[in-house]
């Protein structure tokens, strides 16, 4: 089938899973974003819109994708940004604050193709108390290799700082990198990957880690368990 306007098939899909991801309460209406990188295959142009062979772009979804339309967006509204100037040139919303944090994660690695910011809220929970969740699950520690979950310190949502901040923390995983998640303090979770459904599969996955996690944290609190524990031995105290 003939695309009818520009990376139709990627926008169409990125709408699917923002819906899914405020359906599934993977964020709230305070917000939450999800990009994804595409490196033209050809020189095109759909309208007023042309394309370099080898330019990077990214779709991403717009400003207010929980507040204003509860993730129930149309494809022409996922935005085709160009990544290096970070210049929106298609869709019909409008570019989000954080599109910095998103530039600069791609910037830390080349093998980074999809950034993808939520308010999870079991997840929350460990990032609006500072600190790193422990890593407690087979799914997340083994079949997902996520190894530490960690939290980074508090920067404030949208700054330049936080997304620098962001940046010298990705290149520091180097190739790692492109299968991680962050805890943002107070802010939400950061993951950076190679695919967007493999980016919402980390993050539900996580959230159920999250929720064991705290219920070990509580255990350990009322004396009936010493230290976290997974795959039968203690895995931090």
């Known amino acids: 089938m003939t695309e009818t306007f520009l990376f139709e098939a990627e926008r169409r899909d990125m709408a699917r899973v923002a819906r899914k991801m405020f359906e599934r309460k993977m964020t709230n209406v305070a917000g939450g974003n999800i990009s994804q990188k595409i ?29 204003a339309w509860f993730g129930e967006l149309e494809a022409s509204q996922i935005l085709v940004v160009d990544l290096k100037t970070g210049q929106q040139i298609d869709g019909s919303g409008r570019l989000t604050r954080e599109v910095n944090l998103h530039q600069e994660a791609y910037q830390a690695n080349k093998d980074i ?82 695919d967007l459904h ?17 219920k070990e944290a509580v255990f350990q609190g009322l004396g009936l368990l010493q230290g976290y524990r997974s795959k039968g031995v203690v895995v931090e105290r």
């Open 39 to 67: 490196t033209a295959p050809e020189d095109v142009e759909y309208g007023h819109v042309k394309i370099k062979k080898g330019h990077d772009y990214m779709i991403m979804t717009p400003t207010f994708m929980s507040e």
């Open 113 to 194: 193709k999809v950034v993808y910011h939520s308010h999870a809220p079991k997840s929350m929970f460990w990032a609006t108390i500072g600190r790193d969740m422990p890593n407690v699950t087979e799914a997340t520690s083994h079949d997902l290799d996520l190894g530490e979950i960690k939290c980074l310190p508090y920067r404030p949502a949208c700054s330049k700082e936080l997304a620098d901040m962001v940046y010298e923390h990705l290149l520091s995983l180097g190739d790692k990198a492109a299968n991680n998640i962050f805890l943002l303090d107070s802010h939400g979770v950061l993951i950076t990957t190679d």
């Open 198 to 214: 493999h980016a919402t599969c980390i993050l539900e996955t996580v959230e159920w880690n999250a929720e064991i996690a705290y």
